[in-house]
Each structure stands twice: as C-alpha cells, then as structure tokens.
C-alpha cells in the first residue's frame, strides 16, 4: 500500500475520532488531536469528539473522573450501577452528534477506563448506521491483542466485545495506519490488509503484521486542539507531545514497553511547535506530556537554549528521570527557559528496591537533583510507590526518611501510589517470579499485601501531613 504524499488527496473520506468516559478533564485528550492534525496534513476530513468532558459537565459524580480512581468506569458491577443509568440517555444522542457530520469511520481510543463507554457507543453508531466501519486503537487494545495471542490474562479481563464490536484495532501507533485504512476505502481496496491492525474472522483474531515505528517525529504536525472547547478543562496548559517511550525499563512501568523504542523531535521541531501552540491558541502554559522529557538530556538544554534566546514568554513542566547529566547549569537554563515544575519518578528512598525496580538512578542522585531543582526555582514534585512487591518494613521506612530528610526540597508529592500491577510491565509478565499471587482483594507477595499497603500508605499521610505538604495520591489493593 502506498500512502499518499502529505498535502495530497484534498477532501478525502471523513473520520470522526471520538475519546469516551472516563478519560480525565484536566486536558483535551492530546493523542487524537495528534491524529486529527496528521491526517488532515494528508487531506483527510477530521472530527474529534471528547465526550469525556461532555458528560462530566452533566454528571452527578464529578470525583468518577479522578483517574486515581477509575473503577466505577472499569469494574462491570460498579458501571452498570453507578454510570449507565445517567450515561444512557445520552448514547444515542452522541450518536447522531457523530453522524451528522457523517463520517465513513469512526475511531475510538481504547484505554481500560473508556472500554465500557466505548463499546456502548460503538454498538450505538452501528444501529444507526450498519455500513459504518468503527476502529479503535489505544494502550487496551495492545493488551486484547496480546491476550488473545498468548491466552494470559491475569488481572482485568479483557471485554470480549472488543473484538466483535470494532471493526478493526490497531495496535500501536495510529497514524500511518489510519491514513492506510482510509486510502483503502477511498480506493475500494481492502482495509482488512493494512499493517499493524487485528480483526476477528469467524471465531479467531487475525493479526497482520506489525507497522514499522514512525522513525523521524519531527514529521508530525502540532496536535490540533480546534475541535475541544479549551475553556472547559481544569487545567490551563495545553499538553504536547516531544518524544515517544523512555530509556528506562523499570520493572512496574507498562508505558515505555508499550512504545518500544525511545523517539524524540529534534529541538527545533519543539521550539517551533511551542511557537505554533502559542501563536494558534494564545496561551503561554504548557505541560509536556512525554513519558519522560530528559531521555536525551543534551536535547533538553538545546530546547532550552533556542526559548531563551526567542524571548518566548512560556512556563512549562514535565516528567523527568533522575539522570546524572541533570546538573546546576542545565537546572539554571530550564528555569530560565520557563520550566516551572518538574516531576521526578523517585518511587523508593531503598537502594535495593530501586535496584530491583530498574530504575537506573541511585538516592544521591535523587537528593542532589531535588535539591537543584529547589535551589533554582523550579518546583521538584516527587513520585513514590507504596509497597513494591519487594518492599520490607525496613525499605519502606528508609522511603520514610528519604522524604522527611528531603521535604524542605519537595513541592508536592505527586501521584503516592500503592504499587500498581500493570498488566504489560514487567512484574506484570513476571508474576511468579515475584512470588506474586492475585486474590480477589489485590496482589499478595512475600513482602506486600494489601492491608500492607494500605498500613504504610496511612504512615505515609501521617507524615506528609505533618510536613504540611500536598499530595495526590491513591492506594490501590
Ligand atoms: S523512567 Fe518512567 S517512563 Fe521510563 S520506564 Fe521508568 S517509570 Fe516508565
């Protein structure tokens, strides 16, 4: 399949790209608007709807959306009781929303708090409309493709629906796929070929080959936020996107496997994105989106170098690992350069933990690069795990003191998690390694229960209480 050169194709087939509940209402959702700004640069017609936020507006239960706690959108009991009665009436009303506009595909993104919402949709639009072909893509789609080839499944069970609801799934990244599938339908030829996407036919899914990663990321254009009303979300800075995956493998993480290999733009690419977003939208906050912002370090400082010398008036943030190169100086330029807030994974004050959890870094470092952070004005938010599958009581209160030693230094503490099991990461696939055993009310190992958990994240609040600090955090089982 040749796709076709960018600018080509003027006034080709139209998409409806449409992010479902629960999905949060901080921002417009920023992988759609990615896609939306990459399709129409091929002459595609792209409508993006965020029905997240619609329903939000009307919602009774606005906590449902705090995506700490997505249940009541995942678990079946607690959404057929507490989210479809009030979600119902408005699924055939999207649907004609949908239609209106009259698109030939609609795309869903697939995460497991929108897999519920979506499939009702999804169900919806093909009352209303049978010849509709309906895709999905997103992070759930890669585990239903991955269960369904290997069998193993061993937390959240994949919704069966998934795959004899949507049409076709795309596994990975979705621009190229989707600009493939709709030059087929243009064309009359077949979608069902396309790279990289999965179907069911008769009882088995079929999965064809994988697409080849986008290798250069500076051929994507700036996320397209115009179809979202901006003024709506919680949070004022607009979220883009710099780099794909991370350089670390840390062992609890599923989103740098989901990515596979560690992309990035070029600065300019950056700079001249910022300078779009700023020009096009009028604002001047931003929040990077990257799983981590500093996987080239050298990079940041040359992004930094060319907002400087610009005068752009901007403050931004980001997630950022804990990396030797991150020194005064460069702390200095990002302040300069207007990074406001910077994120930082720490998850253990143990050496041994982090160790076990691949985390590439070490407690100097961490300490010094707080600190810095401090130093120069940029606010250092921390994120720690509770309760680490190897996590010992001594670990837990060398955690403890890590924080209280280095709190002065802290802004908040962001994201306190009892350890999540993500499903793709790798004490996910390694759960016998780990000794790891699912019950009914969370994971158990040797060193880690729930009521563990649950007992050292209450310390934890203890503590962060009494150093009057805020903090996002959850405790999950
Ligand atoms: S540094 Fe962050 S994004 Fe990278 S692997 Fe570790 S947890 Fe994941």
């Known amino acids: ?53 619609e329903l939000y507006k009307v919602f009774p239960e606005k906590r449902y959306w705090d995506l700490n706690y997505p249940e009541h959108f995942i678990l079946p009991q607690l959404f057929q009781r507490d989210v479809l009665p009030s979600l119902k009436p408005y699924l055939a009303l999207w649907a004609e929303e949908i239609l209106r506009y009259n ?8 995460f497991m708090s929108s897999v519920n919402t979506s499939l009702l949709l999804a169900k919806e639009l093909k009352k209303a409309k049978a010849d509709l072909l309906i895709v999905a893509g997103g992070a759930e789609v890669t ?12 937390f959240t069970p994949i919704n069966d629906d998934i795959f004899t609801t949507f049409d076709l799934l795309i596994d990975g990244e979705g621009e190229e796929a989707l600009l493939e599938i709709l030059c087929s339908l243009e064309r009359g030829e077949d979608v069902y070929s396309a790279k ?34 901006l003024g709506e979300y919680t949070r004022a800075e607009l979220p883009f996107v710099t780099s794909r995956g991370c350089v670390n493998r840390c062992t609890f993480c599923a989103d740098s496997p989901l990515w596979k290999v560690y992309r990035h733009q070029s600065p300019r690419k950056v700079f001249e ?47 950022v690992t804990l990396r030797e190169e991150m020194d005064l100086p460069l702390l200095e330029k990002m302040k300069k350069a207007g990074c406001s807030s910077l994120a930082y994974g ?6 041994r933990v982090l160790k076990n959890m691949r985390k590439n870094t070490n407690l100097d470092t961490a300490k010094r ?109």
Request: charged content about 25%.
């Open 369 to 477: 690069i707080i600190r810095h952070t401090h130093r120069v004005g940029i606010q250092a938010n921390c994120f720690f795990i509770i309760g680490y599958p190897t996590e010992t009581e001594e670990d837990f209160q060398m955690t403890l003191n890590f924080i209280e030693e280095n709190a002065r230094f802290i802004y908040r503490f962001d994201q306190v998690t009892g350890c999540h099991l993500e499903e793709d990461s790798y004490l996910g696939l390694n759960l016998e390694k780990y000794g790891i055993e699912l019950k009914d009310d969370g994971w158990y190992s040797k060193d880690s229960t729930p009521s563990t958990r649950k007992a050292r994240y209450d310390r934890f609040r203890k503590l962060a209480r009494k150093l009057h600090k805020h903090y996002e955090c959850e405790v999950q089982a």
């Open 273 to 319: 994105e910022i300078q779009f977003l700023v020009r096009h939208y009028g604002r001047n906050q931003f929040e990077i989106v990257d799983s981590t912002f500093n996987g080239n370090v050298r990079r940041v400082g040359e992004i930094c170098d060319l907002i400087i010398k610009s005068k752009l008036n901007i403050q931004w943030s980001a997630k």
């Open 1 to 53: 399949m040749i796709l076709p050169e960018n600018g080509k194709n003027k006034g080709g087939l139209g998409l409806a790209l449409v992010m479902c509940p629960g999905w949060g209402v901080i921002q417009p959702p920023v992988g759609i608007s990615y896609l939306k700004s990459y399709l129409e640069g091929y002459g595609k017609k792209v409508k993006c709807f965020d029905l997240s936020l």
């Open 143 to 154: 585990r239903a493709k991955r269960v369904a080839a290997d069998g193993i499944c061993g």
């Open 346 to 351: 720490v998850e253990s004050g143990s050496p």
């Open 196 to 229: 990289g996407i999965c179907y069911l036919k008769g009882n088995k899914v079929i999965a064809n080959n994988t697409r080849a990663l986008i290798e250069d990321l500076d051929v994507l254009p700036p996320p397209d936020f115009s179809d979202f009303k």
């Open 103 to 110: 698109p030939k595909v609609v795309g869903f993104s697939l």
